[in-house]
């Protein structure tokens, strides 16, 4: 019996091969946006040091100082950005790549890209370097175009890039279709009924219908056309078919493992800063506590001191009175 017999699962494959037509329908878009995302840097790059920018190949991950100071940090985790451990790392030489390093970060949704899949020396020449930087997950670096880049990439990409996300009437479609990518390709059962596998396809052909600008693109209104026949069941489904969506699944699942360490890190992090502002908060209580101990034990110790002067006074006082009185007699 073949497995394509079980109908739950032969839907999950239909569920998998949606996501190839969605990455069809919006790759084209994704790069003709980013390429433009990509001049529109450059440009910024001239604006803020009035001399145009120059090409580099000196600079790597391993060796690149940022352009904004360590206590100045714009990232949104300093721990994983460039300036957090300045040994062996230097300024850009050609003037380039640190300020284009944090365009990129002010360019990111939460200013927090990942640099694993980037080479800064091709900032400079290829427009998909600096995409690259928006992905969610690291495994990208030997994706080099939008073609070679899958749909939970590119859906990545729109999501982090605040002008690729200019560009949607409607991103919270975006965030579902990424969210049912992960739902399809970590799955355990590899099993999907009819009515979710309808709503997943529907939920991609409102992304490929987004009335910005998607709606008319070709690529988008070629992958409804197939997106809606694999939802009738007229698409017919291949052994290879089957075998290329098993190893998109196995690959997803060694993704979701660095996705989950990634969030683990930033939890971690997250913890870590917030011991420290705990800790600080409570020496900074006791301080004060203690300098309003200080000040107390100093405000009794002058009254005490005031009060033995008027004391001292009034014997005085009395002995003089004492005096006159012994004169009189």
Not at 9 to 29: D, E, M, P, T
Not at 124 to 137: N, R
Request: charged share 30%; glycine share 4%.
């Amino acid at each position: 019996m073949s497995d394509l017999e079980d109908p739950l699962y032969k839907n999950w494959v239909r569920s998998a091969l949606s996501l190839k037509y969605l990455k069809h329908g919006i790759h084209s878009f994704v790069d003709r946006i980013a390429k433009q995302h990509h001049k529109d840097l450059l440009f910024g790059y001239r604006k803020d040091t009035g001399c145009a920018a120059k090409s580099c190949c000196e600079c790597t991950s391993e060796n690149l100082l940022p352009d904004h100071p360590r206590n100045g940090c714009i990232q949104k985790f300093r721990s994983k950005c460039f300036c957090n451990n300045t040994g062996g790392r230097r300024k850009c030489p050609n003037h380039f790549c640190s300020r284009f390093y944090d365009l990129i970060v002010r360019a990111h949704d939460e200013r927090n890209p990942i640099w694993a899949n980037t080479d800064p020396a091709r900032w400079f020449g290829d427009h998909w370097a600096t995409s690259q930087c928006f992905l969610g997950t690291t495994g990208y670096s030997d994706k080099h175009t939008a073609v070679e880049t899958d749909a939970s990439g590119l859906l990545s990409i729109i999501l982090n890039n605040i002008e690729l996300r200019s560009h949607l009437d409607c991103p919270d479609n975006v965030s579902k279709a990424r969210d049912i990518r992960n739902e399809i390709m970590h799955s355990t059962s590899f099993e999907v009924d009819d009515e979710k596998l309808c709503w997943y396809v529907d939920q991609m052909i409102l992304v490929l219908q987004d009335k910005k600008e998607l709606i008319n693109e070709e690529a988008a209104k070629n992958a409804v056309v197939n997106l809606t026949k694999l939802k009738r069941n007229q698409i017919y489904i291949s052994e290879e078919d089957v075998s290329e969506m098993r190893r998109g699944a196995l690959s997803a699942a060694q993704d979701g493992i660095k996705h989950i360490e990634k969030k683990t890190d930033e939890v971690m992090h997250r913890i870590e800063v917030k011991r420290k502002q705990v800790h600080e908060d409570i020496d900074a209580h006791f301080a004060k506590k203690m300098r309003e101990q200080d000040k107390q034990m100093d405000d009794k110790n002058i009254q005490t001191v005031d009060e033995s002067d008027v004391d001292n006074e009034a014997v005085e006082l009395t002995a003089e009175e004492k005096g006159k009185r012994v004169e009189q007699i």
